[in-house]
């Protein structure tokens, strides 16, 4: 992770993540096509953690917070509302953090089963 990154997911630090900002990006999940169940396992932890049943590594967590935060927010770096691309910067995003967090995604998931 460059510095840019690592400062951006750090200023997240403080955020709260609610139950109302999950639901809002569950329903923005529509418009991810083949990444809406990556995206939606992304939701799935961070309410797992919320509720004490899983556990994930501040920075894991922050990282997957911030990941959430940015397909949400309908200005970041190619707005939304330019429908068709405006969406490829979050699926990018989203790749991202299944790549860096491989390893977490796996033990979460072999732990559904």
């Known amino acids: 992770m ?6 951006y997911f750090k200023s997240l630090e ?7 900002d999950l639901g ?8 991810l096509k083949n990444m809406k169940d990556k995206f939606l396992l992304l939701i799935e932890m961070v309410e797992e953690v919320i ?16 990941a959430i935060i940015y397909v ?7 707005p939304d509302i330019f429908l068709g691309v405006g969406y490829v910067d979050d699926i990018m ?18 732990r559904k089963i």
């Open 2 to 7: 460059n510095n840019k990154e690592f400062e």
């Open 14 to 20: 403080n955020e709260n993540i609610t139950e109302e």
């Open 24 to 31: 809002i990006a569950r329903k923005k999940s529509i418009f």
């Open 51 to 66: 509720k004490g049943k899983y556990q994930l590594d501040i920075s894991n967590l922050i990282m997957i917070i911030g």
């Open 72 to 78: 949400v927010n309908p200005g970041d770096i190619i």
């Open 93 to 110: 995003v989203i790749e991202f953090i299944f790549k860096r967090l491989d390893y977490e995604i796996s033990r979460y998931r072999e």
